[in-house]
């Protein structure tokens, strides 16, 4: 039997590839190309004849393997890997800690002024982090804080933030001061999702706030857990901006202080383009390895205890 069905004409057909087109070149430009161009140099080394001098003493050669191997052997690669990590360990559970906390606040029907809270809340990430690193920065300083200016006052101590330990707190706090309103927004609209009907029936057994914020509430927004867990452990690993700024402010944070830092250093400060090349896509397929870990480690979890 022929279709009674009106085939769609043939410009409505393509109308939403018109539509994708855009974003599509976009992220050819700016994200495809860039991660071939990258892949590219990461195999591919300069060999220097004679002196170095002359138009042909450099020539671009094939390297295979060397560039990743150099990398992955590199001392200042590792310890930076660790300072970050170590830095994780801080900013991670303390900032979506905050944000569970205040989103389960402004959650609560006793609460006063939500607008005004939610966006005083929310305001740190709007602000570029390289400004908040200057701003924390000088905070940071003895010689300008007015935080030091008070513990003088005081006769407390005074400690040097910028320095040693404590650089470690500094710096993880400026990143959960900057991102827990973000992670807080997330949390907070998938409460707001959640049926009335469960909170009324949670009432009807004789729940607390408390328990129901425990056994109703948390467990509902695993979900919006996972995928804020997630974002922060990319941006823990991609930790740039806040140590580059701190650092002329202090001899404590090197060159070398996290991986995206050594990589800059090495092409732009040395310029090996190449083996920063390696470094880079390294860092890149270590962060995309421990995410699609921990994201399936999550799902299986999920299941598992739907099957209960």
């Known amino acids: ?15 939403p590839y018109g539509f994708l ?6 992220f050819a430009l700016f994200f495809a190309l860039p991660i071939g161009y990258a892949l590219h140099l990461s195999f591919r080394k300069v060999r220097v004849s004679g002196l170095g001098l002359g138009s042909g003493a450099r020539t671009e050669v094939w390297a295979g393997l060397e560039n990743y191997t150099d990398a992955l052997s590199d001392g200042e690669l590792l310890d930076g890997t660790l300072r970050v990590l170590g830095y994780g360990c801080v900013v991670v559970p303390v900032m979506l800690g ?9 959650d609560s029907e006793k ?3 939500a607008p005004f809270t939610r966006l005083a809340i929310f305001l740190p990430y ?3 982090g390289v400004v908040a690193a200057l701003l924390w920065g000088f905070l940071y300083l003895p010689d300008v804080s007015p935080f030091y200016f008070v513990l003088d006052r005081l006769g407390l101590p005074q400690p040097d933030l910028l320095d040693g330990g404590p650089l470690y707190l500094a710096l993880s706090n400026i990143a959960v001061w900057g991102g827990t309103g973000f992670n807080m927004i997330v949390i907070y609209t998938s409460l707001r999702a959640i049926p009335a009907e469960v909170y009324e029936a949670a009432k009807l057994d004789g729940a607390t706030p408390l328990q129901t914020a425990l056994r109703i509430k948390i467990p509902m927004v695993a979900p919006s857990l996972v995928l804020t867990f997630f974002f922060s452990i990319i941006a823990t690993l991609q930790v740039f901006n806040e140590p580059t700024t701190l650092k002329p402010l202090t001899n404590s944070v090197s060159t070398t202080w996290s991986p995206l830092m050594k990589v800059y250093r090495d092409a732009f400060g040395e310029g090996d383009i190449h ?5 880079a896509v390294i860092i890149a397929v270590a962060t995309l390895l421990l995410s699609f870990g921990f994201l399936r480690a999550a799902n299986r979890r999920q299941k598992q205890e739907a099957a209960r």
């Open 1 to 15: 039997m022929k279709s009674t069905a009106r085939r769609r004409p043939y410009g409505v057909r393509r109308a």
């Open 126 to 128: 709007a602000v570029p």
């Open 111 to 113: 609460v006063r002024l």
């Open 21 to 26: 087109l855009p974003a599509a070149i976009l």
């Open 275 to 279: 083996g920063a090349a390696a470094q």
């Open 98 to 106: 905050l944000a569970l906390l205040f989103a389960l606040m402004l």
